[in-house]
Each structure stands twice: as structure tokens, then as C-alpha cells.
């Protein structure tokens, strides 16, 4: 089991930044996979970013290549991925989720792809 916490979600005006924060704890192991979706009111949940264990391996959606930045640490017993956002919209408003992959694999842009979440940290970019 592999416990998610997010961290850093606020209001922030058009054009700004803001640092979100997820901490893996639990049997991750080696590390794990691990991404950021988010979830707008109305509409589906959408991929936002991932990276690989290792963090050689980044992806990200279009809509917020150029603007956002994941990475990790990956010091012994931690296991904490960050995404910055720069040059918010306020089309990036949103309850932003961290997910982490589980023993069936990882699929880095996928909903399905991931077994774990977290409870959702909350961002709001006023325009």
C-alpha cells in the first residue's frame, strides 16, 4: 500500500506561480512512477504531468508543456514529486491529484495507469 499526500495548492492570479508537492510514503520500494492529473468541476480527469522512478522519464499534456516543471527527490526513505506551474491560466483552475503506480505497472498518461491517489489539493488561478 502506498500512501499520497499533496501539498501546495492555493489561489494564485493569472500569470503566477505555484509549487505543488506529493509524498509517497508506504511499500514504495525503489520508488515508484508517479504523476499529476487534475480534475476541473464538471469534467473528466485529465493527465498533467509524469515521471519515472528513476526521473529520466518526463511527460507531459500539451496544454502545459513549456509552463510546468515535475521533478523528485528521490533521497533515501523519501519519495516526494514536485510540480511547478509557472505562468498560471485560469483555465488551469482545478483539484490537482497525485498518483502513484502500483505492482500491475504504470501508464504514464493514463488514469487506469496508476494505483494510488491521492486525496487532491485544490488550485485556483484568478483571472
Known amino acids: 500500500q502506498v500512501h499520497l499526500q499533496e501539498s501546495g495548492g492555493g489561489l494564485v492570479q493569472a500569470g503566477g506561480s505555484l509549487r505543488l508537492s506529493c509524498t509517497a510514503s508506504?511499500?514504495?520500494?525503489?520508488?515508484?512512477?508517479m504523476g499529476w492529473f487534475r480534475q476541473a468541476p464538471g469534467k473528466e480527469r485529465e493527465f498533467v504531468s509524469s515521471?519515472?522512478?528513476?526521473?529520466?522519464?518526463?511527460?507531459?499534456a500539451d496544454s502545459v508543456k513549456g509552463r510546468f516543471l515535475i521533478s523528485r527527490d528521490n533521497a533515501k526513505n523519501k519519495d516526494v514529486v514536485f510540480l511547478q506551474m509557472n505562468s498560471l491560466k485560469p483555465e488551469d483552475t482545478a483539484v490537482y491529484y497525485c498518483?502513484?503506480?502500483?505492482?500491475?505497472?504504470?501508464?504514464?498518461?493514463?488514469?487506469?495507469?496508476?494505483?494510488?491517489w491521492g486525496q487532491g489539493t485544490q488550485v485556483t488561478v484568478s483571472s
Open positions: 515521471i519515472s522512478f528513476s526521473g529520466f522519464e518526463t511527460f507531459y
Open positions: 498518483a502513484a503506480e502500483g505492482p500491475r505497472g504504470w501508464g504514464p498518461k493514463l488514469v487506469a495507469g496508476y494505483e494510488y
Open positions: 508506504g511499500r514504495t520500494g525503489d520508488g515508484v512512477a
